[in-house]
């Protein structure tokens, strides 16, 4: 479902995009001539760093669509959204191609949908959560990527960004289903870039430590609070010192977040495929 169409770019980038049959240059050649701006796919873009990437992606002036399973609260003027939900594998299929004949081919996407698992341990899990975690966080990734590979491998160029975690590298106590789902990402990311190392596509996560300010940031902190010993409350967080979490002695923002994506976005980021980017004020460091 379509909107906010207020995308008029059609004739532009239909008349340019794709390159087919130009020989792979390792994914520094943009698929396109002079005259084609750039086009990308933020799925989970109604809030939290999925919004804040389709902000600073539409102010660079290129063309995004925003994908997630409820409305933004603020609509950006120009940026064309569409409801999906990424359970739906159907309804991603489906999204996606008719996202991609509008705009003829995207330069990369960013996939933000991600939910948390209430830090369960392990007696708390059921079959429900489990498949929920996994479902989104997993299986919706693998969707669409398998969705929007063809159109990349037909241009030879892409660029795939995942937004993992720390807690796709370390764990704590509890949290498991988002922590396996997590790690599961890591390994979605490691076999993709494998899969298309040669195609002009690179595929990468960023791996953030606790961002305040989005939806999930509460439970994030949650998560970690809750994996230390002895601490159970997100509360105690800000009563103490945020070093204990994170190194560099404060949580994260957005605005700490977005330029790495866009880093990873980008035609310079050609030689990095396959990895996940810490940014985490230190977390994973030590
Ligand atoms: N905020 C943090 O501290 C933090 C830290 C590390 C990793 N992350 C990861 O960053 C990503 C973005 O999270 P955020 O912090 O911006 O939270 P957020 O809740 O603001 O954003 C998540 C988005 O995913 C969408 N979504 C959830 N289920 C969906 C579904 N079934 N179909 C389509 N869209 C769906 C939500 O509607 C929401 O817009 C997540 O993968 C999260 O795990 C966040």
């Known amino acids: 479902m379509i909107a906010n169409m207020g995308v008029e770019h059609n004739e532009q ?24 701006r750039e086009v990308f796919f933020v799925i989970g873009g109604a809030s939290g760093l999925g919004a804040a990437t389709v902000e600073a992606l539409h102010d660079r002036g290129t063309v995004v669509v925003a994908f997630d399973r409820v409305a933004p609260k603020v609509a950006l003027p120009g ?6 939900d ?6 991603v299929e489906r999204e996606m ?3 991609l004949e509008r705009v003829g081919a995207i330069d ?3 996939y933000a ?24 966080n997993v299986k919706g990734a693998i969707r669409v990527a398998r969705a929007l590979a063809p159109s990349m491998c037909e241009t030879g160029y892409g660029r795939m960004v995942f937004i993992g975690s720390i807690a796709g590298t370390v764990a704590g106590a509890g949290g498991l289903p988002y922590t396996v789902s997590k790690h599961a990402l890591t390994g979605v990311v490691k076999s993709l870039a494998l899969e298309f190392a040669d195609r002009g ?4 996560a960023i791996a953030p430590g606790a961002v305040s300010g989005t939806n999930i940031a509460t439970g994030v902190l949650d998560q970690m609070v809750g994996s230390l010993p002895g601490e159970r409350s997100s509360e105690s967080i800000f009563g103490q010192p945020a070093h204990k979490l994170h190194p560099v002695g404060r949580l994260g923002t957005v605005d700490a977040i977005v330029p790495s994506i866009l ?13 996940s980017l810490a940014v985490d004020g230190g977390y994973t460091a030590r």
């Open 13 to 36: 980038i239909g008349a340019s995009a794709g390159n087919p049959g130009q020989e792979s240059t390792a994914g520094t050649a943009r698929p396109s001539g002079a005259f084609r």
């Open 79 to 84: 940026v064309e959204f569409r409801l999906v």
């Open 86 to 91: 990424v359970r739906d594998a159907a309804g």
């Open 97 to 99: 191609q008719d996202a």
């Open 108 to 110: 990369g996407f960013v």
């Open 113 to 136: 949908a991600g939910v948390l698992d209430g830090h369960a341990y392990l007696g708390e899990t059921n079959e429900e959560l489990l498949d929920l975690v996994l479902d989104v």
């Open 201 to 204: 596509i690179t595929v990468n």
């Open 263 to 275: 880093h990873l976005l980008s035609p310079q980021s050609w030689f990095i495929t396959g990895t």
